[in-house]
């Protein structure tokens, strides 16, 4: 009789395991936009049906000639989850992000340019733990370049060609690990 009142005590007061998109947890790790170029450390907030997030990234770039720069990235992105599973989310959102690109020319003078990207699209999750996920999107790229204009692509949008390289339609990907 002990043994049966122990396990039925145990069985009543355990709750339930949940894995993937649990509610009000936090995601540390990083991610990398659709448009090639920003991305970085990323810290994502999970509210259960939803989650957004944000990243920052530093680039220093040395070149053969001996010149050094520093690009900068940082962005945020929200996704409605329309479908979820104890391992797995699908997501309708996007994100924007902001990458300023410093260039230093043969007569070692700089510049800076600056992008402005909206990116929509959809984002699947896979929890690989119970609290590791694997991110995926996919969508389009809207960039802006400095006052040079719009374009609309998919790949390294700007970089001064103002236009898409690549694909239309092109994809994202991060890794998170979520406290909760």
Same mark, same amino acid.
């Given at each position: 009789m002990m043994k049966t009142t122990t396990l039925l005590v145990l069985a009543?007061?355990?709750?339930?395991?949940?894995?993937?998109?649990?509610?009000?947890?936090l995601g540390v790790g990083a991610e990398?936009?659709?448009?090639?170029?920003s991305g970085g450390a990323s810290v994502n907030y999970d509210l259960g049906k939803m989650h957004f997030g944000g990243f920052l990234g530093f680039f220093d770039? /040395?070149? %053969?000639? !001996?010149?050094?720069?520093?690009?900068?990235?940082?962005?945020?992105?929200?996704?409605?989850? @329309?479908?979820?599973?104890?391992?797995?989310?699908?997501?309708?959102?996007?994100?924007?992000?902001?990458?300023?690109d410093e260039i230093r020319n043969m007569a070692n003078d700089t510049n800076r340019d600056t992008y402005l990207?909206?990116?929509?699209?959809?984002q699947i999750r896979a929890f690989v733990a119970a609290n590791v996920a694997l991110s995926f999107g996919v969508g389009i790229v809207i960039a802006a370049?400095?006052?040079? /204009?719009? %374009?609309? !692509?998919?790949?390294?949008?700007?970089?001064?060609?103002?236009?898409?390289?690549?694909?239309? @339609?092109?994809g994202s990907a991060g890794i998170h690990y979520y406290f909760f």
């Amino acid at each position: 009789m002990m043994k049966t009142t122990t396990l039925l005590v145990l069985a009543l007061a355990s709750t339930p395991a949940f894995a993937g998109g649990q509610e009000d947890s936090l995601g540390v790790g990083a991610e990398y936009m659709m448009n090639g170029l920003s991305g970085g450390a990323s810290v994502n907030y999970d509210l259960g049906k939803m989650h957004f997030g944000g990243f920052l990234g530093f680039f220093d770039n /040395g070149d %053969a000639m !001996g010149s050094d720069t520093t690009d900068y990235t940082l962005g945020a992105r929200f996704f409605y989850h @329309v479908h979820s599973t104890a391992m797995s989310d699908f997501g309708i959102g996007g994100a924007l992000g902001f990458y300023s690109d410093e260039i230093r020319n043969m007569a070692n003078d700089t510049n800076r340019d600056t992008y402005l990207y909206l990116e929509p699209g959809v984002q699947i999750r896979a929890f690989v733990a119970a609290n590791v996920a694997l991110s995926f999107g996919v969508g389009i790229v809207i960039a802006a370049q400095d006052d040079d /204009g719009l %374009a609309i !692509g998919g790949g390294l949008v700007g970089r001064g060609q103002n236009q898409g390289v690549g694909g239309f @339609v092109t994809g994202s990907a991060g890794i998170h690990y979520y406290f909760f």
